[in-house]
C-alpha cells in the first residue's frame, strides 16, 4: 500500500505543479520527473502484489522502462529549474544529456528487453513475508548505474542553482531542491545497493523473518517512503513559487559544494547502519528504521540550508573556534598608531615598511611611489635599499609604463616570483632578494579612488617561509590602508599649497594696495614740486610726507616681517598697571575723545613688557579708531580668580557676529579702511604665549569690550 500510497500523492503534487506553474519547457521536464518517480512506485507496488511470476515480471519490465528514461528527464530537470539561461547549461551538457538516454537503451535492446532473469520466491512461516526477488542482468545493471551517476549529477546541479539564488528567490525555491534532493539522494543510496549487492539473500532468525538485497529487496519501500517526504516538501514549495522565477547561475565550477558532504554523510549512516542490522541479526523493519534515517536526513539537510543557520554557525565558529594566524585587532592597532602622525609621505611610507617587516617577518620592504608626472617611480622607503642602490635599479619609463599598465586594476597582491612577464622581471629586478631562499616575493599594488599610487614589494622572508592566503588578504588590507593614507597626504599637500597661495595672494593685494596708495601721495607731491619749490612751507610739508611715506612702507614691512617668525617672549615680573599707565600716557588720540582708566589692586607678575605693550597699545588705537569723535573708552585692570584682568572698552560701531566668529583673529582681516588686518592676529598670539585668552563682546552701533585674562601665579615658558 505504501507504493500506491506514494504513487498517488506524486501525481497530486504533479497536477499541482501544472496548474502553478509556467507552462515551458523546464516545467515540462519538472513535471516529466514526477511523473516517472510515481510510475517507479506504482510499477513497484504491482510487482509486490502480483499473485503469479509471469505477471510480476511484466510489471518488473514496466519498471525498468520507467528507469531508462528517469535519469536523462531528471537531468534534463536540475539544469533547468528555476534557471532563466537553462539554454546555455543544456547545450553545454548535451553529450551527457544523450550518453544517460543512449546508453541504457542500447544496454536494453541488446538484451532484448531482458533486464532481470529467473525468479526467487522466498516464504516465511509468517503471512506477508513472501517477495518476489529478480537477479538482474547485464542491461540491468547497466540501469542502475546509470541511475547511479544521473542522481549524484542532478543533486549538483540542484545545489548550483540553490547557492546561486538568494534572499526571496532561495526563500521560494529551497523546499523544491530539499524535495528533489532528498529523491535522488535516496536513488543515488538503492542504486548503489543494487550495484554493491545485486544478487544476494539472507534468512534471519529461525525463518520468521526475510531479508533481502537486490534490486527488489527494500528499495521500493525506501523509494516509496523518499517520494511521500519529497512530495509534502515539495507542495510546501509550490505556494512560494511564482511563475516568472528565473536565476542566471554561472558555468564557473562550484567552489563550495555540499553535495559530496551530505550524500557521503546519507550513504554512510544509511549503508553502515542497515549492514549492522543484518550482521547483528536486530530484526525489525528495515523500511522504518529507513524511514526515520531518513527524516533525520532531511531535517539536517534543511538545517544545512537554512540561512539563518548558516549564519549563526559562522558566527559561532568565527568567535569561538576558528584560530586566525593573526590578531587583527591587534595587528590594526599597531598599524593605526605607527603611522597615525605621519604627515608626509616620506614618513608613512617609513613607517609602513617597517611595520610590514616586522609583522611579516620579511628582511626586505620596499615601497616605490609614483611622480607627480606619473612617469616613473620613485623609492619612497625601504628595509633593504640604500638611496643610491634604489637610484641604479629605478624602472625606465617605458617600464614604468608597462607596469602602470598590468597592475592599474589589479588589486590584490601578486607572486612575482615565478611569472616569466616583462613586469614581473622588472619589479624582481626593482627589488633584488638577498637570501637565495626567502619564500618569493610578492608585489602589493597600492590604489586608491582608480588610480595606482604605488607599489610594495616584499621578500626574503624569515625561513623561507611562503606566503599563504591569510597573508595575501592582510597584506591587501594594509596596501588599501596605506594608498589610502598617501591620498590623504598628497590632498593635505595640495590644500596647504592652496592655502599658502590664498595667504600670499591676500597679503600681496594688501602690500600692493598700501603701497599703491603711497605711491600715489609721492607721485602728486613729485608733480607739484617744480611748480611750488620755491614755497619753503610746501617745501617743509613735502619732506615731512616722504619722511612719513618712507617711514609707513618701513613699518608694514616690519609688521609682515613678524608674521614669518615664531614668537619668543621673555617674561619677567613687572607691574601691568605701570605698563598700562605709561601706554595711555603716550597716547595722542582725539581730543574730544574721552578716556576713563580704572586700575585695580593687581600685583607684579612675570609677562613681557614689550609684546604686552603692543597688546595694550593696539587695542586702544582700535578702540578710538572705533569711536565717534565724541565717543569714550574705558581701560580697567583688575585680578580675578589667578588672573590679571585687563578690559578696553568703547561705545564705537561695533563689529557683525559674523566678522567676530569667523575673520576677527585671522590675519588681512579689518573692518577699517586703512587698518592692516594684522594687529589682532599678532595681539591673539602675544597673549596666547603668555598662557593666557582674549574674550571679546560687541554689538553693532553699542561698542565693543576687549578683555585679556593673563595669569598671575604660571610660570609662562
Known sequence: MLDFASALIGGATTLLILSRRKLSVASWFYVATLVLLACDSLFSGLV????????????????????????????????????????????????????????PLAAGLLSGG????????????DPGTEQWFFPMTKAGWVTYLISLVSAVIVLMQLERTFWTSVGTMRWRIKFT?????????????????????PNSVDVIGNGTFVELTGPR?????????????????MLRSSFRETPDMALYPSHASIHKSVTLLVSGIYLLTVGVLAKL??????????????????????????????????FYARRFVSRYLQRPLYDYRTVWRRFTEGTANRLTQKELCLASVNLVADLFQALSVSIWLMDENRQNLDMAASTSLAETAAQKLRPSAEETAELVAKLQNKHDPVDVEYSSEPWAVTLRHCHPSEFAEGGGR??????????????????????????SLQDYDLLKCIGDQVAAGLLNSQLSQKLLQAKELEAFQTMSAFFVHDLKNTASTLNLMLKNLPVHYDNPAFREDALRGIAKSGQHINNLILRLGELRHNLQIKPEPADLNDLVAKVLAAWKGSPTVRLALQLGD????????????KVVTNLVINASEAVPPDGQIRVETARRDGWAVLTVTDNGCGMAPEFLNGALF????????????????????????????VEVESQLKKGTTFRVLLPVNKNTK
Not at 524535495?179 to 549487492?197: E, H, I, N
Not at 593687581?602 to 605693550?613: G, L, S
Open 48 to 103: 509486490a502484489n502480483a499473485a503469479l511470476e509471469a505477471e510480476a515480471g511484466r510489471w518488473e519490465t514496466w519498471d525498468f522502462a520507467t528507469l531508462l528514461l528517469l535519469p536523462g528527464v531528471s537531468l534534463f530537470f536540475s539544469l533547468s529549474f528555476a534557471r532563466g539561461n537553462y539554454k546555455e547549461f543544456v547545450s553545454r551538457w548535451r553529450q551527457v544529456l544523450v550518453a544517460v538516454f543512449a546508453i
Open 114 to 125: 531482458t533486464f532481470v532473469s529467473g525468479e526467487i520466491r522466498l516464504t516465511g512461516t
Open 177 to 197: 531542491v530539499l524535495g528533489m534532493g532528498l529523491l535522488f539522494a535516496v536513488r543515488a543510496y538503492t542504486a548503489s545497493q543494487a550495484l554493491v549487492l
Open 217 to 233: 529487496s527494500g528499495a521500493a519501500e525506501i523509494n516509496a517512503v523518499a517520494l511521500l517526504l519529497g512530495c509534502l516538501l
Open 277 to 310: 542490522v543484518q550482521r547483528l541479526h536486530l530484526g525489525g523493519s528495515f523500511p522504518m528504521r529507513t524511514f526515520l534515517i531518513l527524516v533525520g536526513m532531511v531535517a539536517a539537510t534543511g538545517l544545512l540550508l537554512s540561512d539563518r543557520v548558516r
Open 442 to 467: 610578492v608585489c602589493v599594488p597600492m590604489i586608491a579612488s582608480g588610480e595606482l599610487l604605488g607599489l610594495m614589494l616584499i621578500g626574503d622572508r624569515v625561513g623561507g617561509m611562503l606566503f
Open 602 to 613: 593687581v600685583p607684579r607678575f612675570a609677562f613681557d613688557r614689550d609684546q604686552i605693550h
Open 666 to 693: 585671522r590675519p588681512f582681516q579689518t573692518t577699517k579702511k586703512e587698518g592692516f588686518g594684522i594687529g589682532m592676529f599678532q595681539s591673539k598670539m602675544i597673549i596666547e604665549a603668555h598662557g593666557g585668552r
